[in-house]
Structure formats: C-alpha cells, structure tokens
C-alpha cells in the first residue's frame, strides 16, 4: 500500500505525499519566498534610502514584491549614475583647475 510520507495517509498519495500534504508544502514554500523577497526587498530599500521601510506590507504578492523591486533598482542606477556623473564632473573641474591629469586630480579630491 502506497502512504504519505508525512501523515501515512493512503488516500490520493502521489510522489509520496498526500492531497493535503502536497497542499501543505506549496502553501510553506510561497510562504518562504515571500518572506525571503520581503528580507530582500528590506535589504534595497535601505541600500537606496538608507533606511528600513516601514509602508510594505505583508500581503504583497510576489508579483508586487517583485515590482516593488524593479522600481528600487532603477532608483538605484539612476542614483549611481548621477554620483558617477558628479564624480565626473568634480575630476574634470579639478583639471580645469590645474590638475596635470586625472590621477593628479583623483588625488587631489581625496586630499579634500
């Protein structure tokens, strides 16, 4: 006789688990992704605003998860691409200001 390997029910038993406890482990797998894309989400949003959020909720769905994601990533490359452009900007400035070259003037901001 084929039995769950979790409740040894003999009812329905496919790939050794029953109905119920097949529905078990989905229910406990999605719960787990949620909460590793809510520990995740938590982790961006303070790399991006420097803080934890406190608006998210726990209810999202892994598709609002996800886009919630997707928006603090582009937040993310757009703030490093303005501090990359004021890098650029503050190495071209030091050259204009006597800098010989970049690594001339690479020092000299990190001197202040």
């Known amino acids: 006789m084929n039995r769950c390997k ?10 050794g688990l029953c109905v119920f ?4 482990a989905i229910i ?8 590793v894309s809510q520990t995740s989400l938590s982790d961006h949003w303070k790399d991006v605003f420097g803080c934890r959020p406190r608006h998210y909720k726990s209810w999202w769905s892994l598709d609002e998860l996800e886009a ?15 501090q990359e452009n004021a890098n650029e900007a503050a ?14 003037a690479l020092r ?3 001197q202040g």
């Open 68 to 82: 919630e994601h997707d928006s603090l990533s582009r937040m993310s490359m757009d703030e490093q691409q303005e």
């Open 28 to 35: 406990e797998e999605m719960t787990g992704l949620i909460h």
């Open 91 to 104: 190495i071209l400035a030091a050259i204009q200001h006597g800098a010989a070259d970049r690594e001339t």
């Open 108 to 110: 000299w901001i990190a």
């Open 21 to 24: 406890c097949t529905f078990v």
């Open 6 to 15: 979790e409740c040894w029910s003999d009812e329905y038993v496919t790939n």
